[in-house]
């Protein structure tokens, strides 16, 4: 049993690791926001090939250099701030959006990239030396379903043990802390070599901590803040080292008759809508729509934003204090959440903050505000306004494509052209992009009314929107791409991979290594893991439509896979189906799901929405479950069959992109593709799963 509880441990110490390099690697280093999943696909690579074939001279404390150096580039001021003008750099692709991006030089651009190749070649060392560790550890155990189970288990702990952790805002200096303890409950770590390579490690966090010391940052579950002092009681915000807002004191227009007060984006909605009663907020964050609402109307508002800690510093820092009015209640929630929760025809204003979220980390391709705006999101939001109401987005579009995106979606679902206009920025505020439909009659009933605000409007609107710009929906939710195709930079990123792929072999071990894809068993098992990640990133893009886009839904995604896997080892000598009508099952099941509109959903209270979406999400991983132990069970390579898997994985992660060209549910069609494909491999037997694992 120790030698099962061996695999737990270091399972449990992969996935921490790997959690920890997503978040904290996208966070310093937006460019990997954008970048989902290269980090992690980083990571299966180093893992795959540590798994395929481990060498004599493999330990884990050689995962310290590499450590060493990815905490150097992103643990140093000076260094950071170099390795941070990547994502600025690369943003010079136009076909996709990048936050700050500039026109760069060509040398620029290459520097970029070399620094981006670094950065994954240190996740793929540090977890290559896993991988060489686990595979050790599975070759001495002699049943391969339990060892599995184990591995599970460890996994499992791992997500919570860092959910935890962001739960309570810990910072990456506490992650390290944790990371040692982990490290040093190794035997190779109790070394003077160990000892001396987790101090480095401690060190370079907390100079860092030191470097940063007068800038006040948090750790939310979500997103790096970072609050800076300005004039007065204003203050700058940072979101992931990114320009977000400033918490704008205001208050001294309260005093002036409201005809008299300045046009700007906290102003706007307010005036544009009459004299609503109850309004709707999401985006609230810092407070400055919310207190620009208080300023302009009597409405009673519902604040509503995902991070409880953005809401908080709101409630302390912002000088006109808007979320202590008796008129606002907060909420903290997923926009999308919020709409199905509101009873409809209820509100007579709703205003969209700046929610894009550009350098919030996801575990999908879909970044974490596109599902808030998709055609189905705001037909919901429209169902909540009163035939007088009235709908204000405003939005950083640095892109006309955006802008045509946003007007021609907000088209469809209310049947009228919206008021589309530019805001300035101003020292009110930074200014964007505005567009207010809804009621034709109440918006222009309020722009009658106050001439500064028609003339504001007059002199600051934009030219039509373009007509062939393609609206967002669930199942093609991409906001910041010009047209259904793969941009050009996750071209350039499978390229770096792939040279990745083959210096690293190269060097470690003098040839091209992976998968040997004429062994039928390390075929059949890299597909399963092709297919396995494909489901995996349907389920999570399906659950953030229906329970939000939040770090306790993706969690809980994951932690669900996870024990669909272990109920899977579990049923599988007991199983009497063949693994030809398993297969044939899940093939049809995958295909079938992808055209089954689980937005409908929506519409059930909470309880069966959750039991009826997980069932249904939840089936494909037991049955995919149920194939993978049937195989690994066997197994006399217990290595190289999890390292092809993890392989499949990582191909997984890269077909991703097709979703960019087809949508979302290309990715089941895919996966019950190549599921239905393994009936090729692993040959048809008209005995039960059971049967097959009694006899060998």
């Known amino acids: 049993m120790q030698r099962y509880g061996a695999v737990g441990h270091v399972c449990l110490a992969i996935l921490f690791v790997e959690l920890l390099l997503i978040r904290w690697i996208s966070t310093e280093m937006s460019i990997f926001a954008y970048l989902q999943n290269s980090v992690l696909i980083a990571c299966f690579l180093g893992l795959g090939m540590g798994l395929i074939e481990s060498r004599p001279q493999d330990r884990l404390t050689r995962l310290l250099p590499p450590l060493a150096c990815l905490t150097t580039i992103l643990f140093i001021p000076q260094i950071r701030t170099f390795a941070r003008e990547a994502s600025s750099v690369l943003g010079s692709f136009h076909d996709f959006t990048i936050w700050n991006s500039r026109e760069a030089e060509r040398w620029e651009v290459v520097g970029a990239l070399l620094m981006t190749m670094l950065v994954l070649g240190c996740c793929w060392a540090i977890m290559v030396q896993f991988g060489a560790e686990l595979s050790r550890l599975l070759g001495r155990c002699e049943n391969r379903l339990t060892a599995y189970s184990f591995d599970m288990l460890g996994s499992l702990s791992g997500v919570w043990l860092f959910t935890l952790m962001a739960y309570f805002s810990l910072p990456p200096q506490m992650w390290f802390v944790v990371l040692c303890v982990l490290l040093f409950s190794f035997p190779a770590f109790r070394t003077r070599q160990g000892c001396l390579g987790c101090l480095l490690l401690l060190t370079l966090a907390c100079w860092n901590a030191a470097a940063s010391y007068k800038v006040r940052t948090t750790w939310t579950p979500y997103q790096k803040l970072q609050f800076r002092p300005l004039k007065g009681d204003e203050w700058e915000v940072f979101v992931n080292n990114t320009g977000f807002q400033q918490i704008q004191n205001d208050a001294q227009e309260s005093a002036l008759p409201r005809e008299q007060r300045p046009v700007h984006q906290y102003n706007l909605p307010g005036r544009m809508a009459g004299s609503p009663v109850r309004s709707l907020v999401v985006g609230a964050g810092t407070g400055n729509d919310v207190a620009g609402l208080l300023r302009n109307s009597e409405a009673s508002i519902e604040a509503v934003d995902i991070d409880p800690v953005l809401l908080e510093f709101g409630r302390l820092l912002h000088p006109e204090k808007p979320y202590s009015n008796p008129r606002v209640h907060i909420t903290v929630n997923d926009a999308r959440a919020t709409f199905q929760s509101l009873e409809p025809g209820s509100l007579d204003l709703i205003v969209f903050g700046l929610l894009d979220s550009h350098t919030t980390p996801n575990l999908s391709n879909a970044r974490l505000d596109n599902f808030v705006y998709t055609e189905e999101s705001l037909r919901t939001a429209a169902r909540l306004l009163r035939p007088s109401g009235v709908l204000v987005l405003l939005f950083q579009a640095q892109r006309d494509y955006i802008g045509s995106r946003l007007n021609n979606t907000l088209e469809t679902v209310f049947g009228v052209r919206p008021l589309v206009f530019r805001v300035p920025p101003s020292e009110w505020g930074w200014g964007g992009l505005a567009l207010v439909t809804g009621s034709p009659e109440t918006i222009q009933a309020s722009l009658r009314r106050d001439p500064m605000l028609d003339r504001f409007i007059q002199d600051n609107l934009c030219q039509p929107a373009d007509p062939n710009v393609r609206s967002t929906s669930d199942s093609w939710p991409y906001l910041y791409i010009e047209k259904p195709s793969i941009p050009s930079l996750f071209w350039i990123l499978g390229l770096i991979f792939l040279v990745l792929w083959v210096i690293s072999s190269r060097l470690r071990y003098g040839k091209i290594l992976g998968p040997n894809w004429s062994n039928p068993q390390e075929l059949f098992m890299t597909l399963l893991g092709i297919s396995f990640s494909l489901v995996q990133v349907f389920s999570i893009c399906k659950a953030s439509i229906l329970f939000g886009s939040t770090w306790l839904v993706n969690s809980v995604v994951i932690s669900g896979i ?53 069932t249904l999400s939840g089936l494909p991983m037991l049955l995919s479950g149920l194939l993978f132990g049937h195989a690994f069970a066997k197994t006399q390579q217990p290595g190289r069959d999890l390292g092809a898997n993890l392989f499949g994985a990582m191909l997984g992660g890269a077909l991703q992109l097709v979703t960019f060209k087809w949508g979302i549910p290309s990715l089941m069609v895919l996966a019950g593709v190549i599921y239905a494909s393994t009936l090729l491999i692993s040959l048809p037997s008209n005995r039960s799963v059971s049967e097959e694992l009694s006899s060998s």
Do not use: D, E, Q, Y
Not at 571 to 582: E, G, N, Y
């Open 562 to 614: 996870l024990v669909m896997i272990l109920a899977a080892n579990i049923l599988l000598p007991r199983v009497t189906i063949s693994r030809f009508w398993i297969t044939l099952a899940l093939s049809l099941g995958c295909i079938g799901l992808a055209f089954l509109p689980l937005s409908k959903l929506l519409l059930l209270p909470f309880l069966p929405r959750f039991l009826l979406a997980a």
